[in-house]
């Protein structure tokens, strides 16, 4: 089992920040690709962002030039900088992570953490 530590939502009034960090234990050797889905309530998971080890990355249409997705490889960390946040955005934010282990590749998810925009 692998746990991913998720860290940094809160509550923020519409047009502020937050930044949210994502690890993944030291001992794993091969990550894929990293990244961020989000939940609002009555509302299916939808993808936020993604990137893989080589840094090619996607985005949500709704988060395009607001959102930035960063990866620290020598940690297994990745990071989501969203800024100009919106009510909308109100959401479980869940880190998702594309494993490699004995040839193997398993998607593993964080706990989740509750991002609110609300003023």
């Known amino acids: 089992q692998v746990e991913l530590v998720e860290s940094g939502g809160g509550l923020v009034q519409p047009g502020g920040s937050l930044r949210l960090s994502c690890a993944a234990p030291?001992?794993?050797?091969?990550?894929?690709?990293m990244g961020w889905y989000r939940q609002a309530p009555g509302k299916q998971r939808e993808l936020v962002t993604s990137?893989?080890?080589?840094?090619?990355?996607a985005y949500a249409d709704s988060v395009k030039g607001r959102f930035t997705i960063s990866r620290d490889n020598s940690k297994n960390t990745v990071y989501l900088q969203m800024n100009s946040l919106l009510p909308e955005d109100t959401a479980v934010y869940y880190c998702?992570?594309?494993?490699?282990?004995?040839?193997?590749?398993?998607?593993?998810w964080g706990q989740g953490t509750q991002v609110t925009v609300s003023s």
């Open positions: 990137m893989t080890t080589s840094g090619s990355t």
């Open positions: 998702n992570a594309k494993i490699v282990i004995d040839s193997y590749l398993y998607t593993y």
């Open positions: 030291p001992r794993i050797r091969v990550i894929n690709a």
